[in-house]
């Protein structure tokens, strides 16, 4: 259903992402050192790893990761994640902590960015704690920009990005050897650029706290923010 998200589910490990990823959750699991929580809801937890480290760290009693991507979800539940494909607005229970790590928010329209944040609402426990990360302006206009090309034995990739009005393209054409032959596959991966005013006016949680990140180590490209409710 979601082609393009699956592509990038297909891929994330060419990315170097992985590398990056245990300084950008640290930002998560020092605020969590100075809460107490029983439950955890991680959404667009992709391939596991976040919750993976936070059972390790904190071992609540429960925790769920939710991601359209069908690729990504199982692969989190291959590490034994708990683990599902659906969409938040569906989910009945409500959560002590809410994570929406490594930019996933920028990946929301504005109409699903308005959707997102009431659901978020919804179910989260009174006090609970909202805690993401987003792309800031420098990060979109700076640090992924351009082409990118990598392959290892069996896939071939290229990322075509480009920022414009606020919003970042990504062309992603991969092509996955089966046999003598390769298979051709392509999507286009949008994220939109968000100001913190922006998602604030958005939700009654209250915000206490903003952090510049340097992920990347050029600019600060991105934001963490907590908040209450
Ligand atoms: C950059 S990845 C981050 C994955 C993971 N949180 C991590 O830290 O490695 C963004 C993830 O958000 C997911 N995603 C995008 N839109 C979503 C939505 N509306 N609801 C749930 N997940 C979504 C994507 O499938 C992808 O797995």
Request: a negative charge.
């Amino acid at each position: 259903m979601h082609n393009n998200l699956d592509l990038y589910a297909k891929v994330e490990d060419l990315l170097g992402v992985e590398e990056v990823a245990p300084s950008l959750y640290k930002y998560y699991s020092d605020y969590l050192k100075t809460i107490e929580f029983n439950s955890i809801l991680d959404i667009g937890c992709g391939s596991g790893e976040f919750l993976l480290a936070i059972e390790r760290e904190f071992n609540p009693k429960n925790i769920l990761g939710v991601d359209l991507s069908n690729i990504m979800i199982q692969k989190a539940k291959d590490k034994g994640v708990n683990a599902k494909a659906i969409n938040i607005s569906n989910l009945d229970e409500k959560f002590e902590v809410i994570t929406a790590v490594f930019d996933m928010l920028n990946y929301l329209n504005r109409p699903s960015l308005i959707e997102f944040l009431q659901s978020v609402e919804n179910i989260l426990s009174d006090d609970g704690i909202f805690m993401l990360d987003i792309n800031s302006l420098d990060g979109f206009e700076s640090v992924a920009v351009g082409s990118y090309i990598v392959d290892d034995d069996k896939r071939f990739l290229t990322i075509d990005s480009y920022f414009t009005d606020e919003i970042y393209y990504s062309d992603f054409t991969l092509f996955t050897k089966e046999n003598t032959l390769y298979k051709k596959e392509q999507e286009v991966i949008n994220q939109y650029f968000y100001t913190i005013k922006e998602i604030e006016s958005h939700t009654s949680l209250k915000l206490i706290e903003a952090k510049n990140i340097s992920l990347y180590q050029e600019v600060d490209d991105k934001i963490f923010l907590i908040f209450k409710k």
